[in-house]
């Protein structure tokens, strides 16, 4: 069992940074690929990006490659979105996800999701 809360979402205007954290409960932390979803209003659940469990590979949305980074610390049992030159078209919710499996950007395939953390970009 892993439960996940996010934090360090805000206001920020476009142009500007965020950095999401994900902290997780439960010793098997590391064992765990890490992904990071938004949903905007209106819209469905979109993957953003993906770390494996070694933090050796690393994956992302077409829509945020350059801008955001996902990283993880394991000794922390928290994963990170640092999120640069953001966009209005960035502002959604944003939620950290676990899955035993290797990286995938279908949400259904991870077991356990946060609660989401507000981010909105004022353009």
């Known amino acids: 069992q892993v439960q996940l809360v996010e934090s360090g979402g805000g206001l920020v205007q476009a142009g500007g940074s965020l950095r999401l954290s994900c902290a997780a409960s439960?010793?098997?932390?590391?064992?765990?690929?890490m992904g990071w979803f938004r949903q905007a209003p209106g819209k469905e659940r979109e993957f953003v990006a993906g770390?494996?469990?070694?933090?050796?590979?690393?994956y992302y949305a077409d829509s945020v490659k350059g801008r955001f980074t996902i990283s993880r610390d394991n000794a922390k049992n928290t994963v990170y979105l640092q999120m640069n030159s953001l966009k209005p078209e960035d502002t959604a919710v944003y939620y950290c996800?676990?899955?035993?499996?290797?990286?995938?950007?279908?949400?259904?395939?991870?077991?356990?999701w946060g609660q989401g953390t507000q981010v909105t970009v004022s353009s």
């Open positions: 996800a676990a899955t035993d499996r290797r990286v995938t950007i279908d949400l259904r395939r991870y077991d356990y």
């Open positions: 439960g010793r098997t932390f590391s064992s765990y690929t």
């Open positions: 770390i494996s469990w070694s933090a050796g590979n690393t």
